[in-house]
C-alpha cells in the first residue's frame, strides 16, 4: 500500500495566521489516467470527515477560498491562508490512485 | 441532497458477529464506488472495503475472509457483515461514497465496540 505521511502532526496557529500541512507519498500519485488523486479532508471534533480539496487543488463546493491545496508526483501541501476558530480540527492528506490510503492527521489549534 | 445513514453499531463480544447498513439517500448507489472507513478511538482513518460500479468488492488485509461488502440496489443500500471480531475492530464505521479517486460524502458513522 501507498504511505502517506504527514507533517506536522500537531498545528498550533495563532487567529488570522496563515497554516501549512506537509503531506508526502511513498510513491508518486499520478495515475495511469493521467490525474494524481490527492484529497484533503477536516475533520472537526465530533464530527465526520469532509472533503475540502480533491485532485491535489480543486476546491470543493462550499470550503472557504482561504485554503487551497498543491503538489505533484509525491509531495503535496495544503494551506490556510488566514486561520479562524472554526477551522480548528484534524486534517487528513487520502491518496486515491491505488487502494486508498490516510495520512496520519494533523492536528489543527489555536494558541 | 445526498444523505447516507449508517446503523447497526453495538457492543459485541470478541469472536461475535455484526451487520452494519447504510441506507442512501439522494442519489443511485449503484452508479458510484462505495466504501467502508473506520477510525479506532482517537486514531485515524482506515479503508476497510470498496465497492465498485460493477459490483467489484475488495477488502484491507486487516478484515480480508472475515468482513464482506454487500449492496442492495432495490433498496439503495450498503451493508457490512463482519464476522470473528476481534478487540482492533473497535471503531467507528462510515460509509463513504466514492467518486474516482475521491471520496466525497460520508455518513455520520456508526460504532461498533468489541469487548468482553
Known amino acids: 500500500d501507498i504511505v502517506m505521511t504527514q507533517s506536522p502532526l500537531s498545528l498550533p496557529v495563532t487567529l488570522g495566521q496563515p497554516a501549512s500541512i506537509s503531506c508526502r507519498s511513498s510513491?508518486?500519485?499520478?495515475?495511469?489516467?493521467?490525474?494524481?488523486?490527492l484529497n484533503w479532508f477536516q475533520q472537526r471534533p465530533g464530527q465526520s470527515p469532509r472533503r475540502l480539496i480533491y485532485k491535489v487543488s480543486n476546491r470543493d463546493s462550499g470550503v472557504p477560498d482561504r485554503f487551497s491545496g498543491s503538489g505533484s508526483g509525491t509531495d503535496f501541501t495544503l494551506r490556510i491562508s488566514r486561520v479562524e476558530a472554526e477551522d480548528v480540527g484534524v486534517y487528513y492528506c487520502?491518496?486515491?490512485?491505488?487502494?486508498?490510503?490516510f495520512g496520519q492527521g494533523t492536528r489543527l489549534e489555536i494558541k | 441532497e445526498v444523505q447516507l445513514v449508517a446503523s447497526g453499531g453495538t457492543l459485541i463480544q470478541p469472536g461475535g458477529s455484526l451487520r452494519l447498513s447504510c441506507a442512501a439517500s439522494g442519489f443511485t448507489l449503484s452508479n458510484f464506488g462505495m466504501n467502508w472507513v473506520r477510525q479506532a478511538p482517537g486514531k485515524g482513518l482506515e479503508c476497510v472495503s470498496h465497492?465498485?460500479?460493477?459490483?467489484?468488492?475488495y477488502y484491507a488485509d486487516s478484515v480480508k475472509g472475515r468482513f464482506t461488502n454487500s449492496r442492495d440496489n432495490a433498496r439503495n443500500s450498503l451493508y457490512l457483515q463482519m464476522n470473528s471480531l476481534r478487540d482492533e475492530d473497535t471503531a467507528m464505521y462510515y460509509c463513504?461514497?466514492?467518486?474516482?479517486?475521491?471520496?466525497?460524502?460520508w455518513g455520520q458513522g456508526t460504532l461498533v465496540t468489541v469487548s468482553s
Open positions: 465497492i465498485g460500479i460493477r459490483g467489484n468488492i
Open positions: 487520502m491518496q486515491g490512485s491505488d487502494w486508498p490510503t
Open positions: 510513491q508518486s500519485l499520478v495515475h495511469t489516467d493521467g490525474n494524481t488523486y
Open positions: 463513504v461514497r466514492e467518486e474516482p479517486g475521491a471520496f466525497d460524502y
